[in-house]
């Protein structure tokens, strides 16, 4: 079946620092692929997403480029700021179906 | 604003009973989801609803209902079945299923049983 997998956290970096949060997935289909971040207490927010491949999503200085041949979403931020501290969640979703398949998140905690 | 409304926050709950988790959204979506999230888990599939007056099962809906008698209301019911309900739960929207549908949530409601 569908799945994603993300590298597992805690992340720690110090400001400014380089983040790359790794994503991979397997699909049957062809899936839409969507990063969500969740800050404490609160609910889940879109980050960004990208529908097809080579198609990059972007949103507050954040990337992730849809990577057909190595199955990969990777999220990647040149400069973090204590701001972006949060859970970040990659997730696909697929074509004619109800399902939002969910990574198990990664902690990242921006140090100043 | 457009969006979804969760409640109550918090919630505390002693065993054997029951409790319903409010979901309402204006967003005029027509998919509906409950989610629980436990630490270290990600987010888990309690049910789903495409449409008024129907719903699926989800990946772990033993122990949980739900109703959808409103386009704009999806409440869940965590019944005494459910043997380990202490969670963080969220619900969902969407204006069309699965392909380049993006998900809205609410803020989360915390369930503790004493």
């Known amino acids: 079946g569908d799945s994603v997998t993300q590298m597992e956290g805690p992340v720690t970096l110090s400001e400014e620092a380089f983040l790359t949060i790794n994503c991979t997935y397997t699909?049957?289909?062809?899936?839409?692929l969507f990063w969500y971040v969740q800050y404490p207490g609160e609910g889940l927010q879109l980050l960004l997403k990208?529908?097809?491949?080579?198609d990059k999503g972007s949103n507050k200085g954040f990337e992730a480029t849809y990577r057909k041949e190595t199955t990969s979403f990777h999220l990647e931020k040149g400069s973090v700021q204590v701001s972006d501290s949060a859970v970040y969640f990659c997730?696909?979703?697929?074509?004619?179906?109800?399902?939002?398949?969910f990574g198990t998140g990664t902690r990242l905690k921006v140090l100043a | 604003d457009g969006g979804i409304t969760q409640s109550p926050k918090y919630l505390f709950r002693k065993e054997g009973q029951n409790v319903t988790l409010s979901c309402e959204q204006n967003?005029?979506?027509?998919?509906m989801y409950w989610y629980r999230q436990d630490p270290g888990q990600g987010l888990r599939l309690i049910y789903y609803?495409?449409?008024?007056?129907?719903?699926q099962k989800g990946d772990i809906a033993e122990g949980y209902s739900v109703s959808r008698e409103k386009k704009e209301s999806f409440p869940l019911t965590v019944t005494s079945a459910q043997k380990n309900p202490t969670a963080f739960y969220l619900c969902?929207?969407?204006?069309?299923?699965?392909?380049?549908?993006?998900?809205?949530f609410g803020e989360g409601s915390r369930l503790t049983v004493l």
């Open positions: 997730a696909l979703s697929t074509s004619g179906t109800y399902k939002y398949i």
């Open positions: 969902a929207s969407s204006a069309k299923e699965g392909f380049d549908g993006e998900l809205f």
């Open positions: 967003l005029n979506h027509d998919a």
């Open positions: 699909a049957t289909g062809y899936p839409s």
């Open positions: 609803s495409q449409i008024v007056n129907d719903f």
């Open positions: 990208a529908t097809k491949a080579d």
